[in-house]
């Protein structure tokens, strides 16, 4: 059996491909056939996310599609997380999530079988809300936080995130010399996340 690995970090200080030897050691163990890597620093709130894409469209089906966790693979709302669910069903992939032995330990006939497949959907779903439920905490303390600073000291702004200009050239430099470059590949020249690539090519109407 086949399988494509999907990497993800929020972002580039959590580097997405740290979990890629685990993964390669893990596939190996289980004989699945490595296709590819697919690696991205980008939130798992996103449903839209580029390399995630790029897996769903070149996987076929009867194929796996591993992650390390769940929550590498979402921190979705519960409708995004449906509609991820749905899609993933639909190619006739089969999710195998490295710390969820009912994942790839399940029996695959018979009654045993179709009970364990069950049991793994709710486990699957019953994790994907825990993710979802962390996010939305970290959310809310963020948002406390800012407002106690701003009860505390109400001039206070927050300073916010400016753009690094150099890094910004840098990419965009990339981005014309090699037009046929994926954002991959240019990310990691440039030292940046894919999300800063992304976001370079929107502002220059590139995508």
């Known amino acids: 059996m086949n ?3 999907y990497l993800r970090a929020s972002t580039k200080d959590q580097d997405a491909n740290r979990a890629r030897l685990a993964l390669k050691q893990f596939a190996e163990e289980k ?14 709130t996103k449903l839209i996310r580029p390399e995630l894409l790029n897996l769903l469209n070149n996987a076929a089906p009867g ?4 992650v390390e966790s769940v929550d590498r693979l979402s921190r979705l709302s519960q409708t995004d997380w449906d509609t991820l669910k749905a899609t993933i069903k639909g190619k006739g992939l089969r999710l195998v999530v490295a710390d ?4 790839w330990e399940m029996a695959t006939s018979g009654v045993t079988g179709e009970v364990m ?16 439920l962390d996010q939305e905490k970290r959310v809310e303390r ?3 936080g800012l407002e106690n600073k701003r009860a505390a000291e109400p001039d206070w702004k ?7 200009v150099a890094k910004w050239k840098e990419v965009e430099a990339l981005m014309k010399a090699h ?12 030292d940046c996340g894919v999300a800063t690539v992304y976001r370079i090519k929107r502002e220059l109407n590139l995508v």
């Open 158 to 164: 927050p300073a916010g995130k400016g753009k690094n």
């Open 3 to 5: 399988a494509h690995l």
């Open 63 to 66: 194929e796996v599609l591993l």
């Open 117 to 132: 497949r069950v049991i793994n959907d709710m486990l699957i779903d019953l994790m994907a809300t825990m993710a979802r």
């Open 142 to 144: 963020i948002r406390q």
């Open 179 to 190: 037009p046929t470059m994926s954002a991959d590949m240019i990310a990691k020249l440039a």
């Open 100 to 103: 969820l032995p009912t994942s």
């Open 31 to 44: 004989g699945l056939g490595i296709i590819g890597y697919y690696a991205e620093n980008i939130s798992g």
